[in-house]
């Protein structure tokens, strides 16, 4: 109503007006600052609590009337009330508390600390207290606690605790760890980890969300994150998965010394797992490549830059002329920012002349993109993160999100702790299969079974969204007819998931209110991958949970810019924002915009550039930040792709087992090292922030990029990400409204058009493509199975473990190390005792390609004939035993079902057949 009068309440008799719902110290801080009224138990990313009582306010229902004491964290504002925040009672209620606390506190430590860090002390002096001061006894109890300094990462000395549970509750609320706890009472009263032991001996996940949550420095870590004396902190987003954390990075005489997670962050609320908080000294550590090397006579000779830089251009410019363009290719990195990725697809295309370019974000997520672009017309997430405070249902296939996530993989637990449907499709019992109603425990190789099931079962219970698949859809009837014709009896045979057990998670699905899916390289790593992501976007389709809030196909890509150096055109077949290579429109508009004639036949992708390289027809291969013959399938024929060309080219931070066959290794720079953009999983482009100079010695990979571009007779700027992002909106559709000053401290979601404004929801009314577009697939066993199964019975698949990040180039050269030190292979106790295995033993695990060893660790964790194992350390080498099969569209690699045999070893080494 135009004449409704606004609601209000008063502080010390000034109005305000309310917001619905907020509770007084919101009020208070939205009115009056930050720091309105003195906390000790208040968090920003916490649930009020109550417990400390400093916050503490006086509150009459009329001005100058009888008032009441209430703590103002967790007491709701009433309308017309009067609140009075800094009164006599209430200072001499503070101090008698703080008092009370500083009983049983070091003085030492009181003294040491500084203000600004240790909230105690902060509170303490603003109310006029020191320790002399204090009118009570001494307490006996935390003052004789021993420290814990046990674990790589977290300490703990609980003599400085005052039992304001912000640890505690940290652990409930935002990781859900559950690992700490408050045992004893009075003067005993103490936190507790595990089953009273230490951190290392606990279930700790080490994400430092106590360590960041405690005002005094009981807990804390190994860097002393909120008690160093860092004079800068400098805002950036983390390096490792999908989910974008933001950082603050402390710096001290240009050295990183500590990593926290802001609160304001919209992508991680003061929250980050342990790579992004502890897993930072690999930037610095004695093994980064500190300059230009080259090969000369078999081995590696340091070069200056002008050196590599003529080397290399004298190499591309003879290949280019004897052989042409296309015997040159180059893989960039989804470890590198946008404008990097943009850089180097440039230069293959408008300088060399090709479109042999492509990376690990097309080879991983590849079927994401192809699948949901044919269902969708755009193949990114459709909705947000914090669209899950808005569902009912989650439907996670194929990933771990707490491992590989794990930020959001939290977000998924919590949902599920407190009540939201929650379907897991996944080979193995993983952590948030525990948590959920339906856990469908397939055979490795099924997902198109599995859903095509799925999907009858909602047609058969008359469960469809009619009305949004005649207004929204295209291709419904044919499938529907294809659909039913599915003997559900043979599918469950094939799965090895009960078919009664799918019904229920089907129907479950279906009449939620609100479903989201996502999805990992469980999905995408087979040889069905894009038409298992098809049928996850027909479940959407069906259902009609796509375009609005609470719903929708949800990719988890796996590293920190996977979606963006897609975006970016990195891939053989769409250049930067995704327009097709053929299409002579396309072509026109990338000519005129690069000043050169584009090359217009689609490139090599990277397992053809392999077999190009093999067959002599590819020359020469440069590759930034990949690891390609430790994460590639097929080991073997990786080096020898590698070791058959006349020029490979390995931009780096480290020697690694790729850059070991390298002709030239140039090294590059850390994320903390440069400036640019990611985009992470829900298309949210953010700041990269330079923390540090490069190392010397050392460069920004997009300026090596710009540097050869030049030399090689193409006019580049200097790399400059704020005017590279420009150059990149004026050619990518979806980045036109994206500026480098306006991308703020959360940056924006794509698509971002010419009014700035950033996109939560995409889909909404309609789809790119005209209308969603249904489509069905028989299920067909993998070739692998088929050919190799009866000699390899067992079936292993791959995954990633939470302390590593793929090959673990970076977070073995940090404490992780210490906490996770080898790969193992899950084995179920039936398939164990089938083959004399027992825990610890060490197994020969061969495949048609290879064989290596790997310790046992006996789980239910997979059912029997399933094995599991990780590739995080060079010494196992696991792809040497994984095919060389692709997903039949998108030419992904079928990491996830591996036909092997096994046996009890006597050694550890690996061979290839």
């Known amino acids: 109503m135009e004449n409704e009068q606004p609601t209000l309440a008063y502080i010390n008799n000034e109005p305000f007006e309310l917001e619905k719902g907020e509770t007084i110290l919101n009020f208070l801080r939205r009115n009056m600052g930050e720091e309105p009224v003195p906390t000790l138990c208040d968090a920003p990313n916490l649930k009020p609590f109550g417990?400390?009582?400093?916050?503490?306010?006086?509150?009459?229902?009329?001005?100058?009337?009888?008032?009441?004491?209430?703590?103002?964290?967790?007491?709701?504002?009433?309308?017309?009330?009067?609140?009075?925040?800094?009164?006599?009672?209430?200072?001499?209620?503070?101090?008698?508390?703080?008092?009370?606390?500083?009983?049983?506190?070091?003085?030492?430590?009181?003294?040491?600390?500084?203000?600004?860090?240790?909230?105690?002390?902060?509170?303490?002096?603003?109310?006029?207290?020191?320790?002399?001061?204090?009118?009570?006894?001494?307490?006996?109890?935390?003052?004789?606690?021993?420290?814990?300094?046990?674990?790589?990462?977290?300490?703990?000395?609980?003599?400085?605790?005052?039992?304001c549970y912000r640890c505690i509750r940290a652990c409930d609320e935002v990781q859900g760890e559950m690992v700490l706890t408050m045992t004893g009472r009075g003067f005993d009263n103490t936190v507790t980890m595990g089953m009273n032991e230490g951190f290392a001996e606990s279930d700790c996940v080490s994400c430092g969300a106590c360590s960041q949550a405690c005002p005094t420095g009981a807990i804390t870590d190994v860097f002393n994150s909120k008690f160093n004396d860092a004079p800068e902190t400098v805002r950036t987003v983390c390096t490792y998965c999908g989910v974008g954390c933001n950082l603050d990075v402390a710096v001290k005489d240009n050295e990183v010394v500590s990593i926290t997670a802001p609160y304001d962050a919209e992508v991680n609320q003061g929250h980050t797992c342990l790579k992004g908080r502890y897993a930072f000294k690999f930037y610095n550590h004695a093994d980064r490549v500190r300059t230009p090397l080259i090969k000369r006579n078999g081995a590696f000779e340091e070069a200056t830059w002008d050196e590599a830089y003529d080397y290399i251009v004298n190499k591309f410019n003879q290949i280019k002329a004897e052989d042409g363009p296309d015997a040159i290719a180059g893989i960039s990195s989804a470890r590198c920012t946008n404008e990097e990725n943009y850089l180097m697809q440039k230069f293959i295309r408008a300088v060399v002349g090709t479109n042999n370019i492509d990376g690990c974000a097309r080879v991983c997520h590849s079927p994401t993109a192809l699948g949901m672009q044919r269902a969708f017309g755009t193949g990114a997430a459709t909705n947000s993160i914090i669209d899950l405070k808005y569902t009912n249902c989650m439907l996670v296939i194929g990933a771990n999100p707490t491992s590989a996530h794990p930020v959001t993989g939290a977000k998924l637990k919590q949902a599920a702790m407190k009540g939201t449907t929650l379907i897991v499709v996944d080979p193995r019992e993983t952590t948030l299969a525990r948590y959920a109603n339906y856990h469908l425990q397939l055979r490795p190789g099924t997902n198109v079974a599995l859903l095509n099931m799925m999907l009858y079962y909602i047609i058969e219970e008359g469960l469809e969204a009619k009305a949004f698949i005649e207004e929204r859809t295209e291709g419904y009837e044919d499938f529907k007819n294809q659909l039913l014709k599915l003997d559900v009896n043979e599918m469950e045979r094939v799965t090895g998931v009960k078919k009664e057990l799918v019904r229920e998670a089907a129907i479950a699905y279906a009449k939620a209110g609100n479903a989201m899916s996502f999805h990992g390289l469980g999905v995408t790593e087979h040889s069905q991958g894009t038409f298992t992501v098809q049928l996850i976007a027909d479940l959407a389709l069906i259902t009609g949970n796509v375009g609005r809030r609470g719903v929708g196909v949800n990719p988890l890509r796996g590293q920190n810019n996977v979606q963006g150096a897609a975006d970016m055109g990195v891939q053989p077949h769409q250049g930067a924002g995704y327009l097709d290579v053929t299409n002579p429109e396309m072509q026109n508009r990338y000519t005129d915009f690069y000043r050169v004639e584009v090359p217009k036949k689609v490139g090599y992708k990277i397992p053809e550039m392999f077999d190009a390289a093999i067959a002599g027809q590819l020359k020469a291969i440069w590759i930034i930040g990949e690891d390609v013959v430790q994460t590639d399938p097929n080991t073997a024929k990786v080096k020898k792709a590698l070791q058959s060309v006349d020029l490979f080219i390995a931009q780096e931070l480290f020697i690694t087992e790729t850059a070991k066959l390298a002709d030239v290794i140039l090294p590059g720079a850390s994320f903390l090292e440069k400036s640019g953009t990611f985009t992470n999983g829900e298309r949210r482009v953010q700041r990269v922030n330079a923390v540090v100079p490069p190392l010397e010695g050392t460069k920004v990979d997009g300026q090596i990029i710009v540097d050869v571009m030049n030399r090689m007779g193409y006019a580049q700027p200097d790399y400059d990400a704020k005017i590279m992002l420009e150059e990149i909106s004026q050619i990518v559709p979806f980045f036109k409204g994206i500026k480098w000053d306006e991308l703020g401290i959360n940056g924006k979601q794509w698509?971002?058009?010419?009014?700035?404004?950033?996109?939560?929801?995409?889909?909404?009314?309609?789809?790119?493509?005209?209308?969603?577009?249904?489509?069905?697939?028989?299920?067909?066993?993998?070739?692998?199975?088929?050919?190799?199964?009866?000699?390899?019975?067992?079936?292993?698949?791959?995954?990633?473990?939470?302390?590593?990040y793929n090959c673990g180039t970076m977070t073995r050269r940090t404490g992780n190390v210490d906490i996770l030190t080898e790969d193992v292979l899950l084995i179920n106790p039936e398939d164990a005792a089938d083959n004399n295995i027992k825990d610890g033993d060490m197994v020969c695990v061969s495949s048609a390609r290879g064989k290596v060893d790997i310790k046992a660790k006996i789980s239910v964790e997979v059912k029997p004939g399933v094995m599991s194992t990780t590739f995080h350390f060079p010494e196992i080498m696991v792809n040497l035993i994984t095919s060389d099969v692709y997903d039949s569209e998108a030419k992904c690699p079928e990491y996830k079902v591996v036909a092997v045999n096994i046996r009890k070893s006597k050694g550890k080494y690996a061979v290839v057949n």
């Open 51 to 163: 417990s400390c009582r400093v916050c503490s306010v006086e509150v009459a229902l009329q001005q100058d009337g009888p008032t009441k004491v209430l703590a103002s964290c967790h007491t709701p504002v009433m309308k017309d009330s009067y609140i009075y925040t800094h009164t006599d009672k209430l200072k001499k209620l503070r101090k008698n508390i703080v008092e009370l606390v500083l009983t049983d506190y070091p003085a030492e430590k009181f003294a040491a600390d500084n203000p600004n860090q240790n909230e105690l002390k902060k509170v303490a002096l603003d109310l006029d207290i020191s320790p002399e001061d204090v009118r009570y006894a001494e307490g006996k109890n935390h003052l004789d606690r021993d420290k814990d300094a046990a674990h790589p990462y977290m300490r703990a000395e609980l003599s400085a605790c005052i039992n």
């Open 751 to 804: 698509p971002v058009l010419e009014d700035g404004k950033s996109t939560e929801i995409i889909h909404e009314g309609g789809f790119k493509r005209g209308k969603g577009k249904f489509a069905y697939f028989d299920w067909k066993e993998t070739e692998e199975i088929k050919i190799n199964g009866k000699e390899y019975p067992y079936i292993i698949t791959t995954n990633r473990e939470l302390e590593h």
